[in-house]
């Protein structure tokens, strides 16, 4: 049995015409639409008054925030050590980041040990070390310096003050800070370094 065939549509075929809207049609649409009023021309528009400067809400509400916890927070007297302790923060950092850091919210990826050391061994050891940790994602270290006790210099901790100096120069170093008691005290650094 053979089908009819059934003519296509032309691919150029144009949309059929829509009529002409009559009398009825408007008086209806005019109806529904009710009452309208012609727009102001754009010389009558007025003009907005300027913005009020920008107010940093969030961060006041941030800065309340920490105040409030560290007033209200009760703390162990024992674990607060007072004295010597360095800190840094690379220019354009958020200050969050040292804040994170001194209460030791990053986790410690690896550890360099300085003690016996003479400083030209600690200088070359440091530099190392900090170039081996970012070869490896380690981006948060600690260095144990040393407190100076046995230090026959006037000039206090010597391996402590070349640690902080290199610090202060690398280019790669975010932020650093004095360990907390339990992780050396300022016997210790914890180092943030920036991904290359």
């Known amino acids: 049995m053979k089908l009819p065939r059934i003519p296509k549509p032309s691919r ?5 015409a829509r009529p002409a ?31 009020p400067p920008a107010e940093p809400r969030q961060f006041e509400r941030d800065e309340a925030a920490v105040r409030d916890e560290l007033l209200d927070h009760a703390f162990d007297p024992a674990t607060i050590e007072v004295g010597e302790e360095i800190h840094h923060l690379k220019a354009g950092q ?11 919210q990053f986790s410690v990826r690896a550890e360099l ?9 600690a200088r070359e050891a440091i530099h190392a ?11 948060c270290v600690r260095i144990v310096h040393g407190k100076g006790l046995r230090s026959a ?20 170093v975010v932020a650093f ?7 050396g005290g300022t ?3 914890l180092v943030l370094l920036g991904r290359p």
């Open 129 to 139: 070390f900090l170039d081996e940790a970012i070869r490896h994602h380690e981006y």
């Open 177 to 183: 800070s004095s360990a907390l008691p339990a992780q």
């Open 113 to 121: 040990d300085l003690h016996q050391m003479t400083a030209e061994v």
């Open 21 to 51: 809207p009559t009398d009825a049609d408007s008086a209806l649409f005019r109806e529904l639409i009710g009452p309208v009023r012609p727009l102001t021309h754009a010389s009558e528009v007025p003009v907005m008054a300027e913005r």
């Open 94 to 104: 958020p200050g969050r980041l040292l804040r994170q850091l001194r209460r030791g």
């Open 187 to 189: 016997g210790a650094v």
């Open 12 to 16: 150029h075929a144009s949309a059929p």
């Open 153 to 172: 210099t006037a000039r206090g901790p010597v391996l402590k003050g070349l640690t902080e100096q290199i610090l202060r120069r690398r280019s790669d």
